[in-house]
């Protein structure tokens, strides 16, 4: 029994660890559409955020000043897309292939002339890199209530702080666009930017506003993969990351506790993909490594294959407001 918990807590928390960078991308890509703006640019902007993180941190030896580098080289790339996207009304698709492109190249172009090493950046240690945080009574709850208390032991304790941010960013954009003002109104934008601009509001402001937050989630999650989950910057290191956010947003209706699950859905894949590599499975044998490390992938097809035509997308997301004179 205690065997069986052990092993479910070991995939849970690598499931958990793999879905944060995910949740953070998707919780970005849920604030910039929401308000109209549609971005596929979370894949340029979690690289540009993982790039500048690791320089930084390397550079001043702590990982907070990363994090501060990260969320703002996410937040200036954001603030480029909604230049392109609000105040020029330029295509949004176009811009957003745009700044993946540009992340792609800068980052490999700039590691590999300031360090040498094919793009990436030195490796990270010490404060330089976000350790696991111990939460209160985690040794005492594992040794007294056997199940429960090796679950938070193993899962809930030992996250490292982005983690835990990432968490905290979950509640605050569920409590904010539910049930607060400038929740409503951003909400509003997305669907009747009209209305919104009718009643003395600024579309453009509450636009840049959802953009510069959507860039401050990503940087979060890029940073995350650089000094959190690797030591260092390594090329393309998001790998796809943005656009299985894009998916989850997308199948869980642009709602964030929905985009929780399908973020933990696709990280317990990942984790699952991890495990089965080199394992035999009865009846099939050894199962290449390729097809299992497809697997999260294969699954985004799918679910958008099967749900893509029963999500409601906001009114307004993707089309240019034009103000009526």
């Not at 299992?292 to 679910?303: D, K």
């Amino acid at each position: 029994m205690i065997e069986a918990v052990q092993t479910f807590a070991v995939i849970l928390d690598s499931a958990i660890r793999l879905s944060v960078p995910l949740l953070c991308a998707a919780l970005a890509g849920l604030w910039s559409e929401r308000a109209g703006v549609v971005d596929i640019g979370l894949e340029g902007k979690m690289l540009i955020a993982a790039f500048a993180s690791a320089v930084i941190a390397a550079q001043c030896g702590s990982a907070w000043a990363g994090l501060a580098a990260g969320i703002l080289a996410s937040i200036a790339l954001s603030l480029v897309h909604g230049f392109a996207a609000i105040t020029w009304r330029g295509n949004q698709i176009v811009s957003g292939v745009a700044i993946n492109m540009l992340a792609g190249g800068l980052t490999v172009i700039l590691g590999n002339a300031w360090y040498g090493q094919g793009g990436r950046t030195p490796t990270l240690e010490g404060a330089a890199r976000f350790g696991e945080i111990t939460l209160p009574f985690a040794a005492a709850a594992r040794e007294q209530v056997p199940a429960l208390g090796l679950v938070y032991d193993e899962v809930v304790s030992g996250q490292s702080a982005p983690a835990y941010l990432a968490v905290l960013a979950l509640v605050l954009t569920a409590v904010v666009l539910k049930h607060t003002r400038f929740g409503l109104r951003l909400r509003a934008v997305g669907e009747n930017p009209a209305a919104v601009d009718t009643a003395g509001i600024s579309v453009a402001g509450l636009r840049y506003g959802a953009v510069i937050i959507c860039g401050a989630l990503c940087g979060l999650g890029g940073t995350y993969l650089a000094v959190s989950q690797s030591a260092g910057f390594l090329p393309h290191m998001t790998a796809g990351k943005g656009f299985i956010a894009l998916a989850a947003v997308i199948f869980a209706n642009w709602r964030p506790w929905q985009a929780l699950w399908a973020c933990l859905l696709f990280g317990l894949l990942d984790a699952v993909a991890i495990r089965l590599q080199g394992v035999a499975l009865p009846g099939i044998g050894q199962v290449p490594v390729q097809a299992i490390q497809a697997l999260p992938y294969l699954m985004t097809v799918i679910l958008l294959a099967g749900f893509i035509g029963r999500s409601t997308p906001p009114k307004a997301a993707g089309l240019p407001y034009v103000k009526e004179r």
